[in-house]
């Protein structure tokens, strides 16, 4: 177990990492829709001018966000190995597999299509642009389903079973891993989110028009459209925190502000079964063949991620007491209770606040005269309500998870590297310098971009 | 059944491998090679943006082949992916972060105000420079062995620093890949360039031929005696995937113990060496388009003479040898293995052609959107920067 300076600096670098890549994904994700909407009411009703100069800007915004997004997804590829190498042998036998397949059919596919796409616009006749754009959205979309598979998982994993040999999680049938019944929900959920975002950033750009409102109205009006039915659809919810697992219902307890600690005698049988399945596996390693032996750890295995939690406890977990067992299970209790309830409670708000954003947006885009200077600040500041909303359900996710990097599989904690905390320090110290460069000029070229109207952006480098 | 198929898994896996070894090699060798090149080119500030403009289209599609490779090695061999992120993170931290910010500087170069182009050269010349110094610091240590050790429960410790992987021999390979990828980068942006910056390329192209060519003897003379490795108890090809279940040696020359067993496998280097031969003699001839091909074949015979000398190692360790890698005893499971194997059987050949479309549509249009047949006008070469 490492020391918990290093388990902490391990878990803000991921967290920080992280945060940095959700800043670009519901853009790019949400935008590259809109963009293609857009593009085909161009392509269908030849009133391209209407909408030209929030397109434009918006395009620009999108190539911004795609190139960031991809690059900020360089940090997290390394963190696995780097500050989660137990992590990674331990559960990257499923874990890795839908990254894998999202590298393969989904994201290589989106940077190809992004070149002709960013760069084509004027040599590509305008049926083939249109069809490259819905081919670029197909791939980003296949994409998220790939790493939203990982996320299920995570948080509710299915179709692993422990192999003693190769002391590791391993895939027992892919097919039951594919259709983890978490994933489809979650995969919406974070689409819908993903397109709200989206048309929140749309409605500032058509709200800071330079040319005009007028020119904006139609952009705004379909923005916001999209953005109400978006909102509406994320209330369905994600359904990870309603599965039937200890995890999640100690993660519904606490969103529902009830006392967790009624899960506590289902935690200590959790933590005894692990432990036992434990020494089961410890005397199945001295004697691989012996069938009893290794069909009491069959029937007792699910329960050894519990046996993990004891080891700050009791490092030989095979000894631990009543007094460590009990311990063990207090610490499967989410550590940070009160920001899950108000992380959900700030969710549900910022989620009203978004539909104000989208229906006030509709009334005023029917209206001919242009809004105020007042009412477009107000309408500013509400369009980070989205955002808001998506970040605050990503806490409650990660924070509900906790203590648990795989939901009952594997303690967080367990699957940090061995590093001294002079390393960790210079690892995140390293990290947070290169994020705010890299937020500075993210900040800058998306001034530069969505303001500057002389730049061109069908040119790179 | 699955435990005669896991064994060909594992070579199908080790094949993917290899090729997504040298799609890497190939793809980000030109970004990593040619911003390289910006500190020897850029000191004439169109010549620097010729080679930023050549590069930027492509440069997103060769960051996200090196994210195949990593994603390929966590899928397939997760405890290799595992112990080698960890033991080399020192270097993967530098490499990666430089990476991340190449990125939008590259391809958003001109939206930057002024007083930040000046900077962002800077970094991408660096970044170049760290990542193709970085390949071969991470070829040199695993050549020579990585030291760390795996407890019973697979647990990794790293014990080394640094200053382990900065040895004399992983430098040697450093500056090796480091001639090997601008000698390539050169070779693709003077296929792609005009004028004196494409002169000044070419110069710069045959000699980084001549200096990978020395330092690739020099490296083959160190390699035959270095200590390589060889695994003493059975190897266990069907077997579950277990480092600690064998018993490796360490001797000296070990590394050519394959070129023993299989002769034929001299034709890699050699190819490797002509095709750098065929390189410096092109260019010198002004052959761009053959030069460069030149240069794939060098590249990808590089890539694969270093895979072969490995087989079947992935990651050896110098301080707990039986804790070294191999591909019998770090695979994925069979079933996550095959799910690989098959994605990547088809995905990867199709990429890899997609990959060449990407590079011959859209890199050149970016010079002058939709006028592909007029080469891009630089600003009069001064008689300073001809050869």
Known sequence: MMTDTVTVLSHWQFALSGLLHFLFIPLTLGLSLLLAVIESFQFESGRRDDYQNPFGRLERLFKLAFVMALASRLPILLQFGANGSYFSHYVGDAFALPLTLEVLSGLILAVLLFGPYSLGRNRLGKGWHLALTWLLVLAMHVSAFWILLSHSWMQYPVAVVFNDLSYRLELTDFQIFIANPVVMGKWLHTLVSSYACAAAAVIV?????????????????????????????????????????????????????????RWLPELQTHVRQGVEAFRLLERLRDDHQDSAIRADFARL??????????????????????????????????????????????????????????????????????PSEATRTRLTCLAAAPWLASVSGWLVAEFGKQPWAIAGLLPSASGVSA????EAGISFAAYLLANIVFLAIGWHLAKALVSNPTINTTEAG | MMTTDLETLRLLAWAILMLATVGVGLLEGISSGGLALLSAVGERRDHGHALIRTLAPVALLHAAWLMLFLALIFAAWPIAYAVALHSFRCVLLAMLLLLMLRLPLLYFYRQLPEHWQGHACKLLAASGLMMAVGFGLLAGNVLKGVPFHLDSDMRVA??????????PFAVLVAATVLALLTMHGASYLALHTYGGVQLQLRALQWRAGIGFAILLVLTGLWISHLEGYHVTSDI???????????????SEGLWLDNYEHEPWLAVLPTLAFIACGLVVWLARRGQNYWAMLSSTVCVTMTSLTFGASLFPFLLPSNISLNSSLTIWDSSASPIALAVTVCAAGVGLPLLAILSRWGHTGFAASNWHDGELDTPPQHPPISSSTKE
């Open chain 2, 158 to 167: 790293f014990l080394g620093d640094l200053m382990t992987l900065l040895n």
């Open chain 1, 205 to 261: 750009l058509a709200l800071r028009n330079p040319v005009g409102w007028h020119d904006a109205r139609s952009t705004a009006l379909m923005a916001a459209i999209t953005g109400l039915i978006a909102t509406g659809l994320t209330a369905i919810g994600d359904p990870t925190p309603k599965q039937a697992s200890l995890t999640q219902s100690i993660k519904q307890t606490l969103i529902e502000g009830d006392n967790p600690e």
């Open chain 2, 236 to 250: 266990l090809t069907k077997a579950a995937s277990n480092p600690l279940a064998k018993f490796v040696k360490r």
């Open chain 1, 419 to 422: 590093s001294t905390p002079t």
């Open chain 1, 301 to 370: 295995q699910t329960n050894l991620g519990y046996a993990w939690l004891v080891k700050p406890f009791n490092q030989q977990i095979a000894g631990a007491n009543d007094q460590q067992i009990e311990l063990a299970a207090q610490s499967a209790l989410p550590a940070w209770p009160l920001v899950i309830l108000w992380s959900y409670r700030l969710m549900i708000a910022a989620g009203l606040l978004t539909l104000v954003l989208f229906a006030w947006t509709a009334w005023l885009a029917r209206q001919a005269n242009a």
